[in-house]
Nanobody, 122 residues
Framework: QLQASGGGLVQAGGFLRLSCAAS????????VGWFRQAPGKEREFVAG????????YYADSVEGRFTVSRGDAKGTMYLNLNSLKPEDTAVYYC?????????????????WGQGTLVTVSS
């Protein structure tokens, strides 16, 4: 129901754009967000959009480098990754939380994409 894409291999300092496409009305009245999980680590919040679409919020580690946005088409979302660092290497997931205004907690999100791998070389 959620499909993430756009990952790849990039050098440090480079740029990637991740896309997320949702079927049906999953994004309606939902907080939407991006999470990532590096090998051997827990899944962590990266960036999110409030259910109203009025606010964006980020993890401290990506603030100022990543930008989250909704697409013009319903059910689409993007994550621009600028100034990438090797520590950004992870599988990135898009997710949606119905009936939630905003959250950084993975457990609040009931819909998940399959993940797309981002690898940043030094």
């Amino acid at each position: 129901q959620l499909q993430a894409s756009g990952g790849g291999l990039v050098q440090a300092g480079g740029f990637l754009r991740l896309s997320c496409a949702a079927s049906g009305r999953i994004f309606s009245s939902s907080a939407v967000g991006w999470f990532r999980q590096a090998p051997g680590k827990e899944r962590e919040f990266v960036a999110g959009l409030s259910g109203s679409g009025g606010s964006r919020y980020y993890a401290d580690s990506v603030e100022g480098r990543f930008t989250v946005s909704r697409g013009d088409a319903k059910g689409t979302m993007y994550l621009n990754l600028n100034s990438l660092k090797p520590e950004d290497t992870a599988v990135y997931y898009c997710a949606a939380a119905r009936g939630v205004s905003r959250s950084m907690v993975p457990g609040r999100y009931g819909y998940w994409g399959q993940g797309t791998l981002v690898t940043v070389s030094s």
